[in-house]
């Protein structure tokens, strides 16, 4: 028990963390263009204002706003690590900060085994993608086995964590998520799984629909 205490204050801290990074980050950009990316992910209203009121929203939408979209040509990491100080930048913000410029991965995986209390093994379900290691203590102790997963990942000493986007299912909705997959995206007329660029908002819709709630992880 003291041992998942202190992984779970860690994983805490870096929860934290990636908060402050991201919410930091996200105050780059303007209105129209906050709105234009909340509507791709049907999050305005009718009123033309943001609905964040459920679960993930509000990780969506930052999550796009990161790392895809660009400030005259740069990424907004790139521009708001130029723009601090190494002595008001806390450590692990930069290390971050420093991780979301490197390999960053959005895919579907099957959990296969977990391991001493906070490790995930995690199988692709996509091609063009590798088995990767997951580190969190907090859904290593709360999945069911085979749970699948989708979401952001990136490398994170030695292991790979989530950048806070990550949707689970039952591993009984994958064929579900594949025969939604396979459907034809009205934004770009082709499957959605031909497109990696649009897996962000897939997975996004369908997790509202059949995912399964994880509150806080």
Not at 99 to 122: G, H, I, N, P
């Amino acid at each position: 028990m003291l041992l998942f205490r202190r992984e779970q204050r860690e994983h805490n801290l870096l929860q934290q963390r990636m908060t402050k990074v991201n919410t930091a980050v996200a105050k780059f950009f303007d209105g129209p263009t906050i709105a234009r990316v909340g509507k791709e992910l049907g999050l305005m209203g009718k009123d033309g204002k943001l609905k964040l009121e459920k679960g993930g929203d509000s990780s969506a939408l930052v999550d796009l706003l990161i790392f895809r979209e660009l400030l005259d040509g740069r990424t907004p990491v790139e521009v708001y690590l130029e723009q601090q100080t190494e002595e008001f930048l806390p450590v692990l913000q930069k290390e971050l900060l420093e991780a979301y410029q490197e390999k960053t991965v959005f895919s579907l995986f099957q959990m296969t085994a977990r391991r001493e209390r906070r490790f995930l093994d995690l199988k692709p379900l996509l091609p063009d993608c590798e088995g990767i290691v997951l580190d969190n203590a907090i859904i290593a102790r709360i999945a069911d086995d085979d749970w699948i997963l989708a979401g952001r990942f990136m490398p994170w000493k030695g292991h790979w964590i989530h950048a806070d986007v990550i949707y689970a299912f039952d591993y009984s909705a994958q064929e579900k998520i594949f025969s939604e997959f396979e459907k034809i995206d009205p934004v770009t007329s082709q499957p959605f799984i031909a497109n990696p660029d649009r897996y962000p908002h897939f997975f996004f819709r369908i997790y509202r629909e059949f995912g399964i709630p994880m509150g806080n992880r």
